[in-house]
């Protein structure tokens, strides 16, 4: 974020926000042009402030923001989408969530270059709202908010001997971020088995747009199965157990 700019108006995605005062609260919104970033709202803690409704949690809003000190104070504050199926179901609320968190955690604060991950972050956002199964939306948004932040899976080449895989069940190699063939897999402990339907399933989602992925109507056993494996995945990357996945877990009913 530019040092010599004394206001700033962006749209931004309401991340978090927690008790900065009595009557403030402190946000962490995510913009297209800004990436991450906090900011104070003076006296949207009380009832009858304006802003009061404006930065609810997973809101788009456009934002005025003064920058002349640190951090910058919400001048104005404009609702754009609520998102209101977060707050009224729980468990696509816990799915928000946990999509919020895994994008904090890889993301930095005030990266400029935020435009292709907001994008996705918005359209996720807006997906939850309204699809059938709320697991499919997120194991699209894990993998492309993967191969965003540098950490694309392999899923065509065995990433042990770079040759192309053939159709039938393999394993996956957390620390090499890709599929290994079975003549590698099955002689070690360190990989875990992968079938060729789940394989399929990622290969469709890394390579197509989320509206041929939407329609997919799938069994509960593919969809555990992909979601062990990138949970998996995404928790050998961070390095740290996501508090949103067993939010999820508490939460989760059949769809």
Not at 11 to 35: C, K, N, Q
Not at 71 to 97: H, K, W
Not at 144 to 154: D, T
Request: hydrophobic share 40%; charged share 25%; aromatic share 10%.
């Amino acid at each position: 974020m530019a040092k010599q700019e004394r206001h700033l108006r962006t749209h931004a995605i309401v991340l978090r926000r927690r008790i900065y005062r009595e009557a403030d609260w402190m946000l962490t919104l995510f913009s297209p042009t800004y990436g991450k970033f906090d900011a104070v709202a003076h006296g949207a803690r009380k009832i009858t402030s304006r802003k009061t409704g404006h930065v609810e949690l997973f809101a788009c809003v456009d934002i005025l923001i003064n920058r002349r000190k640190e951090p910058g104070i919400v001048s104005q504050v404009e609702l754009i989408e609520p998102f209101l199926p977060m707050r009224e179901d729980l468990v696509r609320g816990a799915y928000a969530t946990y999509a919020v968190e895994l994008l904090d955690k890889l993301t930095q604060f005030e990266d400029t270059d935020a435009e292709p991950l907001y994008q996705l972050f918005y359209q996720t956002l807006s997906q939850l709202c309204t699809a059938p199964d709320p697991r499919l939306v997120l194991r699209y948004y894990e993998l492309h908010l993967m191969e965003q932040a540098g950490f694309r899976p392999e899923l065509n080449d065995c990433v042990m001997s770079g040759e192309p895989i053939e159709p039938v069940a393999q394993f996956f190699s957390y620390a090499d971020g890709g599929v290994v063939s079975p003549k590698f897999g099955q002689h070690s402990f360190n990989f875990i088995p992968i079938s060729f339907n789940a394989l399929k399933l990622l290969r469709h989602m890394q390579r197509s747009p989320f509206q041929q992925v939407a329609s997919l109507r799938l069994e509960d056993s593919l969809l555990l199965e992909v979601e062990h494996l990138l949970l998996g995945y995404i928790t050998h990357i961070l390095e740290t157990h996501l508090q949103s996945v067993d939010f999820i877990r508490r939460v989760r009913r059949p769809l």
